[in-house]
T-cell receptor, first 114, second 115 residues
Framework: AQSVTQLGSHVSVSEGALVLLRCNYS??????LFWYVQYPNQGLQLLLK??????LVKGINGFEAEFKKSETSFHLTKPSAHMSDAAEYFC????????????FGQGTRLTINP | ETGVTQTPRHLVMGMTNKKSLKCEQH?????MYWYKQSAKKPLELMFV???????ENNSVPSRFSPECPNSSHLFLHLHTLQPEDSALYLC??????????????FGPGTRLTVL
């Protein structure tokens, strides 16, 4: 069975500071990994995905994530936070080939302080 | 309309009511999903339809009844719900082609409150 753990349900950073949102996964097969963002009163939007190609994945809005198999991690980073980054972020895992079964983490709410 | 739309956006219902949530995708996809998003819980997959056939039912109570009349529309029929069913219900769609993963596109959700 696959699972995702997001460390920290709430992260707060200052505008312009580094954003680091942590995600660890458990999977018996090489996984596909994803980060989604949810702005208030909206659905989820895909930020980036890892599908066994390059381990460093670049996404939208300046976010990137690095797949580290040895650490079973897929942490999300952004060098400089912007006020518009305030949202809830979800890490998700899916087995390769089993395209439909996304398993989500519990989410991390990111707050940006001016 | 573009993307995935959901109606209504907000719904308040009593435990004895019957209501339906509607989802429509304008992306030409062939798979659709219902998710439940409760406070302080991970997003839960409820149902998956692929080519209009249900392929996943994650032990969802029978008071939730999905319907997929065609590849563009998905309904969630609700009856005799409980207060703990209050949540944000999200619909998503994707294009499934064999073993290739394709992104799921989400609608804005229906905020359901059961009194």
């Amino acid at each position: 069975a696959q699972s995702v753990t997001q460390l920290g349900s709430h992260v707060s950073v200052s505008e312009g500071a580094l954003v680091l949102l942590r995600c660890n996964y458990s999977s018996s097969v090489p996984p596909y990994l994803f980060w989604y963002v949810q702005y208030p009163n909206q659905g989820l939007q895909l930020l980036l995905k890892y599908t066994s190609a390059a381990t460093l994945v670049k996404g939208i809005n300046g976010f990137e994530a690095e797949f580290k198999k040895s650490e079973t991690s897929f942490h999300l980073t952004k060098p400089s936070a912007h006020m518009s980054d305030a949202a809830e972020y979800f890490c998700a895992v899916s087995p390769t080939g089993g395209a439909q079964k996304l398993v989500f983490g519990q989410g991390t709410r990111l707050t940006i302080n001016p | 309309e573009t993307g995935v739309t959901q109606t209504p956006r907000h719904l308040v219902m009593g435990m004895t009511n019957k209501k339906s949530l509607k989802c429509e995708q304008h992306l030409g996809h062939n798979a659709m999903y219902w998710y439940k998003q409760s406070a302080k819980k991970p997003l839960e997959l409820m149902f998956v339809y692929s080519l209009e056939e249900r392929v996943e039912n994650n032990s969802v109570p029978s008071r939730f009844s999905p319907e997929c009349p065609n590849s563009s529309h998905l309904f969630l029929h609700l009856h005799t719900l409980q207060p703990e069913d209050s949540a944000l219900y999200l619909c998503a769609s994707s294009h499934e082609a064999g073993e290739t993963y394709n992104e799921q596109f989400f609608g804005p959700g229906t905020r359901l409150t059961v009194l």
